[in-house]
């Protein structure tokens, strides 16, 4: 019997071995850890302009990664975005049944035009705020210009996709069950709750203590949660 598989949607500046600490946990899983353009194996290709853009090519590479039968999906914050703009591709797809369960983490459905508005100077300055106070960078590299100079680009071309994606207009209602993970200190929870709007079924929420990468804390009781959601 064929193993269930999970695919998975990192956060910006990210790549796909975000996911390895977890995938250790679930052994009786499959792990499809999809790669943007730009990033990790992929690091030679052109940056995506939109999500449109991104969403149509990871639905290439999903199809081609699709081996039929149960599957869930599973985004860290900016991969919740790219979730729900692959799962409205999905479920256009009439020869890709639906995912029996998704996985969004870290990110509350609410649009961040401000990011648009900002020079590059000021995204760069941003971005690296951001992402210091996500602790996303080893306090031994904060200073270190040799790594911003390679992921800086990485995280303002992700930023500036999140900048332009508008939750107003998604035009998605889903059935699909729903596991939601989050830190109150960085996603409240009056927030994430605005979930339901999109996933009108089942929809559970799980808190956790720490920053915005909380998995890297929590990944076995998270993984635990994902199994049971799986197996059930």
Not at 74 to 83: H, P, Q
């Amino acid at each position: 019997m064929s193993k269930t598989q999970l695919f998975c949607f990192s956060y910006a500046g990210g790549n796909a071995s975000f996911f390895d600490v977890i995938e250790k946990d679930m052994p009786d899983f499959a792990f499809v850890k999809l790669e943007y353009a730009g990033h990790g194996t992929r690091h030679r290709e052109a940056f995506y302009h939109d999500f449109e853009a991104l969403s149509t090519d990871l639905f290439l590479h999903f199809k081609d990664m699709y081996q039929g039968g149960a599957y869930a999906l599973f985004g860290y914050s900016m991969g919740t975005i790219t979730l729900v703009e692959l799962l409205k591709k999905i479920i256009r797809e009439p020869k890709i049944q639906n995912p029996c369960q998704v996985f969004l983490a870290a990110h509350e459905p609410h649009s961040k035009a401000e990011l648009a508005e900002f020079s590059d100077e000021q995204l760069d300055e941003w971005v690296k705020e951001k992402t210091i106070q996500f602790g996303g960078v080893p306090d031994k590299l904060i200073g270190n210009q040799s790594f911003w100079r390679m992921y800086l680009p990485l995280y303002r071309a992700d930023y500036s996709l999140i900048g332009k994606y508008k939750f107003e207009e998604l035009n998605l209602v889903s059935d699909v069950p729903a596991t939601i993970f989050y830190s109150q200190t960085d996603t409240p929870r009056c927030e994430m709750e605005l979930w339901k709007k999109f996933f009108v079924g089942e929809c559970d929420y799980y808190v956790f203590e720490g920053n915005h990468f909380f998995i890297q804390e929590h990944h076995q009781e998270i993984a635990q949660i994902m199994c049971a959601k799986l197996q059930s």
